[in-house]
């Protein structure tokens, strides 16, 4: 059978007016973004290497972070920017196209949010159809309508369906809580690897 794919393209146009585009293709039905590394993948994306303290994975079966693998591309080619240099970024995606001047942090931190979601990583899981349906940029109003609508019609189409106990969103603030560790261990990730910071402000 082929593989189906879908691709969102992010356009960066940098202060120096030079160009970073990253052209993600994602499986249609993992919904996640398909990489065909060249090299081996640097040491700080190995598993162990600040590994999340709820990570389910081992590195038996798992030697690097799915997260980390994503986003290395990202953390090269934005290491020399400062989170308030002012860039242009297009992003397409198979709905819409959206222009967006903005500064570093806010435009990497979109295009990370979408590498985050378009790993294999069992904690980003809930991800994936919000990177699915990517809204470069969201607000934070944008993006709790958008997560609470996910979360909801994930329990409903549970074989136990949708509960009067799910609608306090319990289930999707633990969620984050998750997602928040992740986060603060793939900080020091990049720490660890970055001399600007932009990369680290957008995480």
């Known amino acids: 059978m082929m593989q189906e794919i879908f691709t969102i393209t992010y356009k960066f146009t940098l202060p120096d007016n030079t160009e970073e585009v990253f052209e993600l293709a994602f499986d249609e039905q993992r919904i996640e973004i398909i990489n065909d590394f060249k090299e081996p ?9 600040h590994q999340c303290p709820h990570c389910p994975l081992r590195s038996e079966d798992h030697p690097f972070c799915p997260v980390a693998l994503n986003l290395t591309t990202a953390i090269d080619r934005f290491d020399h920017l400062m989170s ?11 709905e819409r196209h959206v222009t967006y001047k903005t500064s570093a942090q806010e435009g990497i931190s ?24 990517h809204l470069p940029f969201a607000n934070k109003d944008e993006t709790l309508w958008r997560a609470a609508a996910t979360f909801l019609l994930a329990r409903y189409f549970t074989d136990r369906g949708l509960q009067k106990s799910d609608m306090d969103l319990q ?3 633990s969620i ?13 990730r990049v720490r660890s690897v ?3 910071d932009s990369a680290v402000n957008a995480l």
């Open 41 to 49: 993948p640097p040491p700080w994306t190995e598993l162990e290497h």
């Open 84 to 94: 308030f240099d002012k860039i242009l970024v297009n992003v397409i995606s198979p």
């Open 110 to 133: 979109s295009l990370m949010g979408l590498l985050i979601a378009g790993s294999s990583c069992p904690v980003t899981h809930f991800f994936k159809p919000m990177a699915r349906f």
């Open 171 to 173: 289930g999707l603030v």
């Open 176 to 188: 984050y809580d998750n997602v928040t560790i992740l986060n603060d261990y793939m900080v020091e």
């Open 194 to 196: 970055t001399s600007k």
